[in-house]
């Protein structure tokens, strides 16, 4: 179908950000992260979508309204880039794929998730042993212990048609997109740029107030800090381009949010080597206990079981990168890490 409008109002929750590019925030059915911003490419050729979101009847029926108050039906959706494969940017992508037979891709380094997957094992296996590496067993315990929320029940979780590796060029009907390989918060993030309009679709790579997690998926890579750094210190690089996140506002750039992304994480560099120096040996729980966390400035037992796990396992990344750097020692005999001054 031809758009009966390429001027549509903005509504609460569909946005025009630039003359081919509509945002549309979308329900999650999570506790805390509440929105995230699924994007409309225009195009001759029909629809590209760019993180669309968590599968539900909500979230699908209000990007519906979205494309038929742009003129389009669902049918028109030709491709569909997704970022990374956390749940709520990619099980509504995987459906419309199904349903649709429209083109899905995805970063390559997002395979090794994908295919680890077994729902049997349990939310966040891997992770379960991470802990106890960072000697929070207890944690460990509470973590194996939950179970699946509904809403996570059978969601779709397939690979893509079309993985990649960073440096595509994607023709979305007359607007060329850049793929840019982003690993850090998942080993196959990729960033969508598109040059001529300075528009960087950013996933969670960047994110306007949140420091995005890193080895929160189901096969972290062995320095994920590292990864994320680097690939950080690619958009200080690059011209400056408009921010377009997966959660939040649109008014950041990328290159001065990438430098104060890096900034936030050199700072707990030190913070974390300077709380080793001084009890000599620590493992990453313990680092963590003595930390602030969230822009609340909360003590690691105020934060719900999730977020704990995220915070240990952000402090065991930046002890072993660390470690890679020389600058402390780990003593792996035991399953429990100690960490000294090198």
């Given amino acids: 179908m031809a758009p009966t409008s390429t001027n549509a109002r903005d509504t609460a929750h569909v946005h025009r950000i630039a003359p ?23 195009g001759g050729t029909g629809i590209t979508l760019v993180d669309p979101g968590w599968s539900t009847a909500e979230s699908e029926g209000l990007l519906l309204a979205a494309l038929h108050g742009l003129g389009y039906s669902r049918s028109d959706v030709q491709r569909i880039l997704v970022t990374h494969a956390h749940w709520d940017h990619y099980t509504l992508a995987v459906k419309w794929r199904d349903e649709l037979g429209a083109e899905l891709m995805l970063g390559a380094g997002e395979r090794h998730s994908i295919e680890a997957f077994d729902a049997a094992e349990g939310i966040h296996p891997v992770q379960r042993q991470m802990l106890l590496r960072a000697g929070a067993p207890e944690l460990a315990r509470v973590i194996a212990q939950t179970p699946w929320e509904p809403y996570e029940d059978n969601a779709p979780f397939d690979p893509p048609d079309r993985w990649l590796h960073g440096g595509e060029r994607i023709d979305c009907g007359g607007t060329q997109i850049l793929a840019r390989a982003t690993p850090g918060h998942t080993r196959g993030h990729i960033v969508y740029t598109d040059e001529s309009a300075g528009l960087a679709f950013t996933g969670d790579h960047l994110l306007p107030r949140i420091t995005p997690s890193i080895a929160f998926e189901r096969t972290p890579e062995p320095l994920p800090l590292r990864s994320f750094l680097d690939s950080l210190r690619l958009f200080t690089d690059l011209p400056d381009h408009r921010m377009l996140p997966a959660h939040g506002g649109v008014d950041n750039t990328t290159a001065v949010r990438a430098a104060e992304l890096i900034e936030h994480h050199r700072e707990r560099l030190t913070a974390v080597a300077d709380l080793v120096a001084r009890r000599g040996s620590a493992t990453a729980y313990d680092i963590a206990a003595q930390m602030r966390w969230t822009r609340h400035d909360r003590a690691i037992a105020e934060l719900n079981p999730i977020h704990r796990m995220v915070a240990v396992l952000e402090v065991m990344a930046h002890l072993d990168l660390l470690v890679h750097r020389g600058e402390l020692a780990a003593d792996d005999s035991e399953p429990v890490a100690q960490f000294t001054v090198a």
Avoid: F
Avoid at 20 to 41: C, H, M, Q
């Fill in 20 to 42: 081919r590019v509509v945002r549309v925030e979308l329900p999650l059915p999570l506790p805390d992260l509440k929105v995230i911003n699924a994007y409309i490419i225009e």
